[in-house]
């Protein structure tokens, strides 16, 4: 077996005493995608910034590409885009990526780069004047524009309009594709659905579960959400988790689907997102917390 | 618009050291100019106050020779408004963008970052030197003594402010420098012999040569008006400041 991209083991990181991290360990094969997935303040980005070699670890190891996190010889095979900022404000978008671009000994096109990204427009604007979305596009241009092994994003849709998203995706899907092993950090479910071979959630430091998507919501039981308070006396299995937030169990089949959806014309109900567990479910359930808060 | 397989597939490498010199060097300089305060601190004001300062009369100065007198002194304000003011308020700022924290993630080495903004600093020295040296000319200024002399001058008192600005930059919050550096700037334009001469301070005067701007206009006065070599004082005063700003400014200085 071929050593893992990223090798992380029991890593501690305290800020005042208090963990932020607090024994996550993670291990990312070459060529995947690895999703961390977990609340604002969850320690996903104290997490990464350990792996890039910006923070000192207080316990466990790291492993980068079989170096230590602060080992010079990683730079060139490793792309970082934090979660903001880390451009010079008075440098134009074309002029920024050509210096990070600069740096690299195989780049890639700048200019294609930002085509692809739909910065050909501002390609002349300069860092500050760009929005938010366009800010965080150069951001992740800047990442990969160095033809690196591993990427790490921290975040990287945060802000980002439908169309922008999807071009991220398209993007971290043609990396792994192409052999580069890609970890990032994202609260939005839907992306880590769709891109990560493998999830790991984490909250509050620790890592609550850790698999593959379908792993991670295999299970019984289907759930909506409706009207808080509702009377389930007459729906077999059925229970409120949090006020609005209904799971029925059982095995998944068309018949419960029939029974839950019969039960509540019944009764009047409008049970909305009538579906299985769902990785939102999966969070909500180990930390009694929705995701998004 | 889709990716041909292999468009991506890793190709690390850091680029040759020299191609990354030139870039960063290049991109430092934009940055400069770009920026409409460097640009006044650094050429509008010291070339503004040679014109006023030589043509009114306000200010008394020893002898007759009023051009010989200040240009020493605007060169030294301008070595101090580029390599000190301009590079605390640059850096105190790039870190509060987290711009050299980014940076330290990319193959750029931290002593190549450093040889770039000090490649910089010296290149708009020049663009400096020769305006004042032109518009002191046409002012009627008859310069003496060696250029190696003031050249060495000029490079020491840029390390002494080198060391001292990248010590504030890297250590203070971006508004914190630049309100520093721009006191400081001040104090050290009124009390660093540049607008009159430090002599009308009376006891003062041993002491405030001491600071960097007066060493350095005092040296370059030296030289440039009297014809004289480079006075040891002055020069190892500069020196003390280039070593002790450098020597802290390598052990305090945060990236981020």
Known sequence: MTTPALEVDGLVKRYGGRAVVDGVSLSVPTASVLALLGPNGAGKTTTVEVCEGFRQPDGGAVRVLGLAPKDPALRPRVGVMPQSGGAYPGLTAAEMLRLVASYARNPLDPADLLDRLALTDVARTSYRRLSGGQQQRLSLAMAVVGRPELVFLDEPTAGLDPQARRATWELVEALRADGVTVVLTTHLLDEAERLADQVVVVDAGHVVAAGTVAELTRGDGLRFTAAPGLDLSDLPGAAEEVPGRYVVAGAVTPQLYADVTAWAARRGVLAEDLRSRSLEDVFLELTGRELRA | ?256
């Not at chain 2, 920026?35 to 020893?62: A, C």
């Open chain 2, 1 to 256: 618009m889709t990716w041909s397989p292999g468009a991506l597939a890793p190709a690390p490498g850091a680029a040759p050291t020299g191609q990354m010199l030139k870039a960063q060097t290049r991109a430092e300089l934009t940055l400069m100019l770009r920026n409409g305060e460097q640009v006044l601190l650094t050429l509008v004001i010291p070339l503004g106050l040679l014109v006023v300062l030589t043509l009114i009369p306000f200010v008394h100065v020893p002898g007759d020779d009023r051009v010989g007198f200040f240009v020493p002194g605007v060169i030294a304000l301008a070595v101090m408004s580029s390599a000190f003011t301009g590079q605390a308020i640059g850096v105190g700022f790039e870190r509060q963008y987290g711009v050299l924290k980014r940076l330290g993630a990319t193959p750029l080495p931290r002593s190549v970052l450093l040889l770039a903004k000090t490649l910089a600093v010296l290149a708009v020295e020049l663009v400096q030197l020769a305006l004042i040296c032109v518009v002191g000319l046409l002012l009627g200024w008859d310069p003496h003594g060696s250029p190696l002399a003031v050249i060495a001058l000029v490079v020491l008192g840029t390390a002494a402010f080198s060391g001292l600005g990248l010590l504030l930059g890297g250590t203070l919050r971006g508004l914190t420098t630049l309100a520093a550096a721009n006191l400081l700037w001040f104090v050290l334009l009124v009390l660093g012999g540049v607008l009159f001469p430090l002599s009308q301070l009376g006891a003062a005067e041993p002491v405030l040569r001491l600071l960097p701007t007066a060493a350095l206009s005092d040296g370059l006065r030296e030289v440039l008006q009297a014809g004289h070599a480079v006075p040891v004082r002055d020069v190892l005063a500069l020196a003390a400041w280039a070593v002790g700003g450098l020597a802290l400014a390598s052990r305090l200085f945060r990236w981020e």
